[in-house]
């Protein structure tokens, strides 16, 4: 009987026991930074690629007017 209550209180403690909870909840908002993170990245390539195709374009031909 003993025994009973105590593995009927060790269940309780386990099942009570919040402890793993912020574990779960700070990985799943590290998990939301680096996702968001990636789509912003991802979105600002493409336009980083364009301002250094327009500049080396631009520096080109400045380069060809001024050597003529």
Do not use: P
């Not at 009973?4 to 060790?10: Q, S």
């Not at 099942?15 to 590290?30: A, K």
């Amino acid at each position: 009987m003993i025994a009973r209550i105590a593995a009927i209180e060790r269940l309780r403690a386990f099942w009570n026991d919040e402890g793993g909870q912020d574990l779960i909840e700070y990985t799943l908002l590290m998990a939301f930074v680096a996702l968001a993170s990636a789509a912003l990245f991802a979105s600002a390539g493409s336009s980083v690629s364009k301002v250094w195709s327009t500049t080396n374009t631009t520096l080109s031909t400045a380069a060809v007017k001024a050597a003529s």
